[in-house]
C-alpha cells in the first residue's frame, strides 16, 4: 500500500502548479450587469464544494477529474431537486434517464474524460454504499459528465481510477475554485485555445428574492470566439474552416442555485445557460456533447430518500419569478467559460500535441479597440 500511495502521489500534479490566478475580471472584463457572489465561483451558493483530482504523468497522461457536490449530507438520503438539458447530445452524460424522469440527483457530479465515465460512474457507487446511512441501498444513479480530452491525452489508457474519484469528492471545498489546467479540463481545448474549468456566479437583487446562481464549465468545445461582443475569433483570423475537428468538442455546464425550484423550471434554467455558451462563439456542432446540469441546493425542497409519507409539500418559486435567474444563469455561463480559458496554460501532450494559451496582448488590445475594458487608474 505504501508504493500504491506513493506512486499516487506521483500522478497527481497539485494544482497549484497547473492553474494561473488570472481571471478575466483582474484584466478589467466585466460580463452582464448583475453582481457577482464573494468568490465568483459555483461556491458561492451556500453548501456547494468542488474538488479536482489532476493527472500529468509523462508525456501523454492529461486528464482529471472534478466533483462537484451541491452540500456536504449524504446526498443519497436528501436528495436534491434537478434538471439536464441537452444542447446537442454528441455525449455520454451517465444517469440522465432518472433525472428526467424523478427530478432529482443522488449523488455528487463528477466530470472526467469521455472513457473514464464506466470508472467515474463505478466511485460514485463505492463512494454512495460506503455511508453509514446506506447500508440497505440497492440502486444508486450516479451522474457522470465528460468532454473528450483525446488530443492531448493518452484518453485510451482510461487512467482515470476509482481512487482519483474519490479524492477528488473527499478534497471538495467552499471558497476559491481553482480553474483552467485542472481536474477534468486538463487536457480540453476550447475554440483552439487551451481551455479547462472554469466558474462564475450572480446575486439576485434583494426585491427578487437575494438568491445566488453558480456555474461551473469544463470547456472543449468550437465555433467563433466572442468576448464580451468584440470578435476576437474574426479578428486574429482564428475560425473555422473545416467545421469537423475545428468545430467539434463539448461543455459540461454545471448551474447551481439556492432559489426553491422544482425540476420544470431547473430544466427552464439549464436552457438558458446555452445561450451563454452562444454569447461566446460556440455552435454546438453536430461532434458536440453540451449538456446543462442544473441543481437547487434549497434546505427546505430537498427530497428525504425516507420519507413515508404519500406527500410532499414544497415552496416552489412561481413562473413568474424566474426572469432574473435566468439572466443570472447566461451572465455566470459566458463568465465562466471565458474565465477557463483566461486561466489556462499552454500544455504540450499525448504525441507532441501542442495547444497554446489564449494570445492575451493581442486579445487585450483588441479589447481595447471594441472599447471593452475598463481600465485601471
Request: hydrophobic fraction near 40%.
Amino acid at each position: 500500500m505504501k508504493n500504491q500511495g506513493t506512486l499516487l502521489i506521483l500522478f497527481v500534479i497539485h494544482l497549484n502548479i497547473a492553474a494561473q490566478n488570472q481571471r478575466i475580471r483582474d484584466y478589467g472584463i466585466e460580463i452582464g450587469v448583475l453582481k457577482t457572489g464573494i468568490h465568483n465561483c459555483i461556491t458561492d451558493v451556500k453548501g456547494v464544494k468542488v474538488g479536482h483530482t489532476t493527472l500529468i504523468k509523462g508525456d501523454n497522461i492529461r486528464t482529471g477529474v472534478t466533483a462537484i457536490l451541491p452540500h456536504d449530507g449524504n446526498i443519497f438520503q436528501s436528495k436534491v431537486p434537478a434538471a439536464i438539458y441537452l444542447g446537442n447530445g454528441f455525449g455520454k452524460l451517465a444517469g440522465y434517464s432518472q433525472v428526467k424522469e424523478l427530478g432529482t440527483i443522488e449523488t455528487p457530479i463528477i466530470l472526467t474524460n469521455t472513457l473514464s465515465v464506466p470508472a467515474a460512474s463505478d466511485a460514485l457507487i463505492t463512494y454512495t454504499l460506503a455511508q453509514k446511512e446506506n447500508l440497505e441501498v440497492r440502486s444508486v444513479n450516479a451522474v457522470v459528465g465528460e468532454t473528450n480530452d483525446g488530443w492531448l491525452n493518452d484518453i485510451r489508457g482510461r487512467h482515470i481510477k476509482e481512487q482519483h474519484v474519490l479524492n477528488a469528492i473527499n478534497n471538495a471545498k467552499g471558497g476559491v475554485v481553482k480553474e483552467g489546467n485542472v481536474g477534468a479540463g486538463t487536457g480540453t481545448i476550447c475554440f483552439q485555445y487551451k481551455g479547462g474549468i472554469g466558474t462564475s456566479s450572480r446575486l439576485i437583487p434583494k426585491i427578487y428574492g437575494a438568491y445566488t446562481v453558480g456555474v461551473l464549465v469544463q470547456t472543449n468545445f468550437g465555433g467563433v470566439f466572442e468576448l464580451n461582443g468584440a470578435p476576437i475569433a474574426k479578428e486574429l483570423d482564428n475560425y473555422p474552416r473545416q467545421y469537423t475537428y475545428d468545430v467539434d468538442g463539448s461543455c459540461m455546464i454545471i448551474v447551481m442555485t439556492d432559489a426553491p425550484l422544482n425540476a420544470r423550471n431547473l430544466e427552464r434554467m439549464a436552457k438558458r445557460a446555452i445561450m451563454g455558451l452562444a454569447k461566446t462563439g460556440g455552435i454546438a456542432s453536430n461532434g458536440s456533447g453540451d449538456y446543462v446540469i442544473a441543481v437547487s441546493t434549497a434546505e427546505e425542497n430537498r427530497v428525504s430518500h425516507k420519507n413515508k409519507s404519500l406527500f410532499e409539500q414544497k415552496k416552489v418559486l412561481k413562473n413568474g419569478a424566474m426572469t432574473p435567474l435566468f439572466l443570472a444563469t447566461i451572465e455566470a455561463t459566458e463568465e465562466a467559460i471565458l474565465n477557463s480559458l483566461f486561466a489556462a496554460n499552454t500544455m504540450k501532450g499525448r504525441a507532441g500535441h501542442q495547444v497554446q494559451a489564449i494570445p492575451l496582448d493581442k486579445i487585450l488590445e483588441i479589447m481595447r479597440k471594441y472599447n471593452k475594458l475598463i481600465e485601471k487608474k
